[in-house]
Nanobody, 120 residues
Framework: VQLVESGGGLVQAGGSLRLSCAASGRALASGWSCQAPGKEREVVSAISWPGSNTYYADSVEGRFTISRDNAKNTVYLQMNSLKPEDTAIYYC?????????????????WGQGTQVTVSS
């Protein structure tokens, strides 16, 4: 399974971005992780398959929304009220399992990442 992210970019604080992750094959439980310079990769959101359960890190709860379109093999991350501390490379991830996880080590496939930069 190959994962291709899109939708990153530069936005001012308070703005919004929508990330998309298109899978070449059937990706089951999926998630979005971010990695800022000098920091470890952190799972910020995850979704089960077919999508009844979701997870959000405390840092993004109430601002980010994860969703999926299984017919299109695509997972989305709607990012609202962005803050400068959200600046990072965002990676899409997927696993060969329907159950979502909140740890990076639990994922089997990774995208190449997309840069999100939030200016103050």
């Amino acid at each position: 399974v190959q994962l291709v992210e899109s939708g990153g970019g530069l936005v001012q604080a308070g703005g919004s971005l929508r990330l998309s992750c298109a899978a070449s094959g059937r990706a089951l439980a999926s998630g979005w992780s971010c990695q800022a310079p000098g920091k470890e990769r952190e799972v910020v959101s995850a979704i089960s398959w077919p999508g009844s359960n979701t997870y959000y890190a405390d840092s993004v709860e109430g601002r980010f929304t994860i969703s999926r379109d299984n017919a299109k093999n695509t997972v989305y991350l709607q990012m609202n009220s962005l803050k400068p501390e959200d600046t990072a490379i965002y990676y899409c991830a997927a696993r060969r399992n329907t159950i979502m996880v909140a740890t990076s080590s639990g994922y089997d496939y990774w995208g190449q990442g997309t840069q999100v930069t939030v200016s103050s």
